[in-house]
T-cell receptor, first 113, second 119 residues
């Protein structure tokens, strides 16, 4: 079955540095991959979608890469700020014939001032 | 952007009562809506998938008679927790799939969540 893994439960970095979060998946060749942000006590918020034919996608200080050979996506936040502290989730779309998205367990990022 | 609302944002009820949570897609039609449950510091747990006009598909281990889902229109789905007990206390989150026909818009948008506390 499809499996998705995100690196480490928590990541602490200093303000101003670049945070890099990893999402690895197996047994799947998704047409795209998504990243979400979730704050405590809130629902996830959609950030970025990257397609299989896109190597990289950017949105303001966010950058996502998608390596279909390695079956990996990297999520970068440049010039990180304490306000970026949250849990970040990666998600794969439903496989053929299903409606179920596959979510990673998330990585908790804490940006230290 | 696509917005999903959820109501109420929190509810406290007595054991044995039923609680209804509403999920609405405000600016798009959602043929598919999802209901998740999340415990503190844990990942999203899919409870059921509901398609407009048809019966919901429940995940293994989720009691369909306890968690009633109604997806009556393209913009509204409801989750009713029947005869709630303290162990049903959790954070419930709905989401709606915006599937307009292209990959770039096939995205799941989440509501803000409902915190249910059963005394």
């Amino acid at each position: 079955s499809q499996k998705i893994e995100q690196n480490s439960e928590a990541l602490n970095i200093q303000e101003g540095k670049t945070a890099t979060l990893t999402c690895n998946y197996t047994n799947y060749s998704p047409a795209y991959l998504q990243w979400y942000r979730q704050d405590p006590g809130r629902g996830p918020v959609f950030l970025l979608l990257i397609r299989e034919n896109e190597k990289e996608k950017r949105k303001e200080r966010l950058k996502v890469t998608f390596d279909t050979t390695l079956k990996q996506s990297l999520f970068h936040i440049t010039a990180s700020q304490p306000a970026d502290s949250a849990t970040y989730l990666c998600a794969l779309p439903p496989t053929s014939g299903t409606y179920k998205y596959i979510f990673g367990t998330g990585t908790r990022l804490k940006v230290l001032a | 952007g696509a917005v999903v609302s959820q109501h109420p944002s929190w509810v406290i009820c007595k054991s044995g009562t039923s609680v209804k949570i509403e999920c609405r897609s405000l600016d798009f039609q959602a043929t598919t809506m999802f209901w998740y449950r999340q415990f503190p510091k844990q990942s999203l747990m899919l409870m059921a998938t509901s398609n407009e006009g048809s019966k919901a598909t429940y995940e293994q281990g989720v009691e369909k008679d306890k968690f009633l889902i109604n997806h009556a229109s393209l913009t509204l789905s409801t989750l009713t927790v029947t005869s709630a007990h303290p162990e049903d206390s959790s954070f419930y989150i709905c989401s709606a799939r915006d599937h307009s026909g292209s990959i770039s818009t096939d995205t799941q948008y989440f509501g803000p969540g409902t915190r249910l506390t059963v005394l």
